[in-house]
């Protein structure tokens, strides 16, 4: 913050305001990843000296950095132990299968874990949860989802822990107090509980909002949603998306003239079955790679109608059975089988060819499909450029889906076969989880050593293992938080936060407190709509600081107002990673979002300014 003078605009604030333009387009083209955008971001405020060379990369050491690590470590701890395994029966407990009840519950549910979870890693866990209620109620996915994901969004800030924008907000308020005007007074700090009081009206309002009009919204709503479960994949993926018939064997004779050719070869030939599994004398495996030869004696599993697979069968010299005698141990249901994934944001896939990422080779899996809005891509898949939000059609092994899932690459949306946990271990993480809460809230420990006493302990006490933790944070996301920070301090340390708010209060100075609290809170959501929720809170944070100093009001209120903001982005899919990953199995259309996040977004704002305006009335 600058002197309360007017300003006039200078070089570095005309660079630091072109940086936010250039992150702004950058992000909305989407030209570059978004991780890519932020070093260069990074790297130009370095470069042109806005920030000094020794604070450049002072955002990998940051508070709310390692805070955020230290979440989702712990996340990783309460998942692999089985402790949100019981979620599913729980609410199917809780519900009695009252759809009412049911979808109440489970936004109940939701809303309570965002307080602890990150809304990305809650929303990858609750898809499969109330998949599998979903199936076992009869109830739509579409009628579940939505509400699912945006009440985790509503509860996401009742408290700090819960919400990467509101664990950043000290390293902001740090920055800030360093250049205040003077006279001006020291803005506190935050502690984990000081959003509660709003947070928790705000989780409150988005229960009682899907409660009170889930039955009228969602009237309409489509009952095509991926409702999926091992056993009814035959029905569910033939209705959805054409993939009819069985598995059959087919073995190549000396004359077929499959022999010599590659699987990609093959599965090009005129209406070819899908071709899942290969046996080459004594090995046998599922997703063969498209260079894997075929030759005299070689088995193959094929998927089609019966009149399809005899077809190809008699045009290529192949003895067919219909009895699984060489492979069927490959296709146990218990084993394998066709599942669903959706592509998150962040994924190394996203902007990858499905032939590029060599799924086959590198996983075991088979891309059978891909859906992305109304369309289904079944032909030439391998040309198929994947985007964030894509529902991934996949034919594999259960424990195949392991590595990519614990990568973050796709999150798997199919009710599976429970996969090993370790439930041995379930205490000590409820331990370390609730002692790391408790550190946070009743000792002097900074927020970030108090939850990283948390991770430690459930690395020590074997609730996950190094390598776990590793694959658990999602380190897409950290990078890029870490290296916006310094923008936020540029904004600052520059000038152009108060330029910015100067140039604001020339049209809206004359305006009541909450005539501007309603402009800044339509500003950052208009942001947040185009932009990652960390960009939007890093360039708002400091002008939203700048107009509470103008017009005398509060500080600490404009800034919840701000950071509560950035997570009301219910109006599009790419709004919020939550959203984008459940257009796909909920079967959701651009214009379901806008007309269930149109209302929600005017009560959530008008919910906001008025709790604020009540627990934080004077300056």
């Not at 250039?22 to 806005?50: K, P, S």
């Not at 950095?65 to 089985?82: F, W």
């Not at 740090?174 to 709003?198: C, E, K, M, W, Y």
């Not at 309002?205 to 919204?217: E, K, S, Y």
Request: proline share 6%.
């Amino acid at each position: 913050m600058h002197d309360a003078g007017t300003l006039t605009l200078t070089t570095d604030m005309v660079l630091v305001l072109g940086l936010v333009l250039f992150t702004i387009i950058m992000l909305v083209l989407e030209w570059l990843r978004t991780d890519v955008i932020a070093l260069v971001v990074l790297i130009t405020l370095g470069i042109t000296g806005l920030v000094p060379g020794d604070h450049v990369f002072g955002g990998f050491s940051s508070f709310g950095v390692m805070a955020i690590m230290a979440v989702m470590i712990m996340g990783v701890g309460l998942d692999r132990t089985g402790a949100l395994n019981a979620v599913a029966g729980f609410i199917m407990r809780l519900s009695r299968g009252v759809e009412s009840r049911l979808s109440l519950a489970i936004n109940a549910t939701a809303t309570v874990m965002s307080s602890v979870i990150p809304s990305q890693a809650l929303a990858s866990l609750m898809i499969p949860v109330t998949s599998r209620i979903s199936a076992r109620t009869g109830v739509p996915m579409s009628r579940l989802l939505l509400p699912m994901a945006c009440v985790i969004l509503t509860g996401t800030s009742t408290t700090l822990i819960g919400n990467s924008p509101l664990i950043m907000l000290n390293d902001l308020i740090a920055s800030a107090n360093r250049n205040l005007p003077p006279g001006a007074d020291t803005i506190p700090q935050f502690g984990i509980f000081s959003v509660t009081p709003v947070g928790i009206i705000l989780a409150i309002t988005g229960v009682v909002f899907f409660a009170v009009f889930t039955r009228r919204l969602f009237r309409n709503a489509p009952d095509e949603s991926r409702n999926v479960t091992p056993t009814r994949t035959e029905s569910y993926f033939a209705e959805t998306y054409n993939i009819r018939g069985d598995v059959y064997e087919l073995t190549v004779t000396s004359e077929s003239p499959l022999v010599g050719m590659s699987i990609l070869e093959a599965e090009r030939l005129h209406d070819a079955p899908l071709i899942l599994a290969i046996k080459n004398g004594n090995k046998s495996r599922l997703a063969p790679p498209a260079d894997q030869m075929i030759w005299v004696g070689t088995v193959l599993g094929v998927m089609g109608t019966r009149n399809q697979v005899t077809a190809f069968s008699n045009q290529q010299l192949c003895r067919l059975s219909p009895r699984l005698r060489n492979l069927g141990d490959m296709f146990n249901a218990a084993l394998a089988g066709i599942s669903e994934a959706v592509v998150p944001p962040g994924s190394r896939f996203i902007k990858q060819s499905i032939g590029d990422l060599h799924l086959r080779r590198q996983y075991g899996i088979s891309v059978l499909a891909v859906n992305r809005g109304e369309q289904v891509f079944r032909d030439n898949l391998r040309a198929v450029i994947l985007r964030a939000g894509d529902t991934l059609v996949l034919h594999s092994t259960w424990n195949d889906l392991k590595s990519p899932r614990q990568d973050h690459d796709i999150v798997v949306v199919t009710d599976l076969p429970e996969e090993e946990a370790r439930p041995g271990k379930i205490r000590e993480a409820l331990f370390f989880f609730f002692l790391a809460k408790g550190l946070a809230l009743f000792s002097p420990l900074p927020l970030p050593v108090s939850l990283m006493v948390g991770a430690v302990g459930m690395l020590v006490t074997g609730v996950i293992t190094p390598d776990e933790a590793y694959r658990g944070v999602n380190w897409k996301t950290i990078f890029i938080i870490a290296c916006l920070i310094p923008l936020g301090w540029a904004m600052d340390t520059t000038g152009a936060a108060t330029w910015l708010s100067q140039q604001l209060m020339q049209h809206i100075g004359g305006l009541p407190q909450w005539s501007i609290q309603v402009l800044i809170a339509l500003i950052t959501l208009a942001l947040s709509q185009v932009m990652m929720n960390v960009g939007a809170i890093v360039v708002m944070i400091p002008i939203a600081i700048n107009v509470a100093l103008s017009t005398g009001g509060n500080p600490i209120a404009y800034i919840m107002i701000t950071a509560m903001a950035v997570s009301s982005t219910f109006l599009i899919s790419s709004g919020h990673p939550a959203l984008t990953m459940i257009a796909g199995p909920g079967g959701y259309r651009p214009r379901d979002f806008l007309r269930i996040g149109l209302p929600l977004t005017l009560v959530y704002l008008a919910v906001l300014i008025g709790a604020v305006n009540l627990i934080y009335a004077g300056p």
